[in-house]
């Protein structure tokens, strides 16, 4: 959840003054931090998903889209700036993209909400999935945010509504849909735009239900313990992986992005092959199977 | 999540054993216990107490027409989570339920329906899986068998011991209603105090009709979250059921009494008339 924007906010102000505002390319930064840590803890994995200048949703339309035209607005309330969405060329093939992101400046992170959407943002997304079912395009969505935004317009516009309404509806939605976590994957603010045919992870990304803070701050009654919430939570994309939540994880490296790139074609061409009755069945069942639980036979009497 | 909403309501009334009734904490009317038990321990200004789900269906059921679905499904400690089974045993115990929702179909005023009604007393009403695949289920269930749903949430919203497949039971949920409702059929939910997070995020707000029960809290992010994140007071009544409906996210409020009379004039209104 986004309840340390500000602490977040000045850390990213240290940091951008000592990089002087210029940003490593993420090509380098893969060779560099990234690919010399070890697979580390969990908590070293939090850490990594949030580098500000990690590959984003942005970096991909820069590199693998052309003609890309952005569009804006719920038509409802107003333009969340927290999500992008637009449409472009991925060779030939005519794509809507929906990108969550943080931003990577200090400028970009503050008009970005630092990644946190409003309700608008989620409605701009459902309107442009809509848009992109009766055009027949597929859709891509790259998440990256720490929550949903909580804040008092987000309350008053209904940001539980508007993710409730996306779920729903993208559950259904009658074109494919591939969602590429790239970074954090937070709560309910990201699963408002990953209900897909496929969900990825980027190597260093992490997706849970509460942040390490949050679940420490609950459950120990102690922030610092984080660390030991991280391990607990299971979030890393091995995990994920292992669980079935996800269906790839994407190595960072310096091919990140054509590889990203070749692997979403052919994942989109081959789900354009499904009949759209089957492309929804699958995407029922794929969630519809996550879960353990025992059912027994006789009837217990709690007491 | 919202741990600080339970702390009071759990309790007893705060009066003296010896001293039978109970003193509302909104407007201070007292009432002599059995009859505050009778008005469903709902005040007359609709300040209310956490209902159990039995109570619930008993407040809107019709006489025995209640059976239970599914109510052997046990929950696993799936990511082995710390002190994760204690705590179950600990709900267990608390709210004499296995889970935190009882499923199941019902007639009310004679109409037949499916119903899910969640439970605080259960750790504090949270969705882990077994909650998700229980609604799932009814949903499923209902769309076979052309029933209406009626549901009622009160949730701290996800169950953090259940990490990623606490959240993925939204998306699960939200997929069964969809087939419900693109099959027709109706779904009212009653959001009951407190409604939040995921359960907000998702089957809460899905409904055909949304109904809430007075002065309840009805949120995604709770109010201590959002204090924390804009470091400010928020004003009197944020995310109340008045508010709430103000603001164009619930469609009406009704009484715990006025409930069941309420729910017959619409599932009336919404049977199919044999072709
Ligand atoms: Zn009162």
Redesign the interface.
Known sequence: MANDIKNKHNKTKQSAKKSKLKMQPYQDLAKTKLAKTDPGSAIDMVAKARIADRMCGSDFIRYALTDFVELHGDRAYGDDNAITCGIGFLDDLAVTVITLEKGKTTNERIKRNFGSAHPEGYRKALRLMKQAEKFERPVICFVDTSGAYCGIGAEERGQGHAIARNLMEMMTLNTPILSVLTGEGGSGGALGLAVADEVWMMQNSIYSVISPEGCASILYKDEKKSPEAAEALKLTSKNLLSFGIVEQIIPENDKTLSNLKTKILEKLHSLLQLDPAELIKRRYDRFRKIGKYEEKKEILIVN | ?L?HIFKKPNIEPEVPVSIEYHKCIDCGTKVDLRKFEDDLKECVCGKSLPLSARKRIDSIADKSSFVELH??????D??E??DYKTKLETA??A????EAVIVGHCSINGLLCCIFVMDTHFFMGSMG??V??KI?RIFEYATINNLPVIGFCASGG?R?Q???????????T??????H??KGLLYISDLTNPTT??V???????SDIIIAEPKSLI???GPR??E????QK?PFG??ISDFVLN???IDLIVKRKELKPELAKLLRMHCKSEK
């Open positions: 999540m741990k109510k052997n499904l046990c929950t696993v799936i990511l989570f710390k267990k115990k709210s004499g339920e296995l899986v077994v998700g695949e799932t996800a953090m259940e990490g990623i497949f606490s959240l993925m039971q939204m998306a699960k939200s997929g069964a209603i969809k087939r409702s693109d997070g995921g907000t995020a998702s089957f809460a707000m899905e949120a995604f992010a979250v959002i924390q994140t804009i470091k928020l944020f995310q603001k164009g996210f």
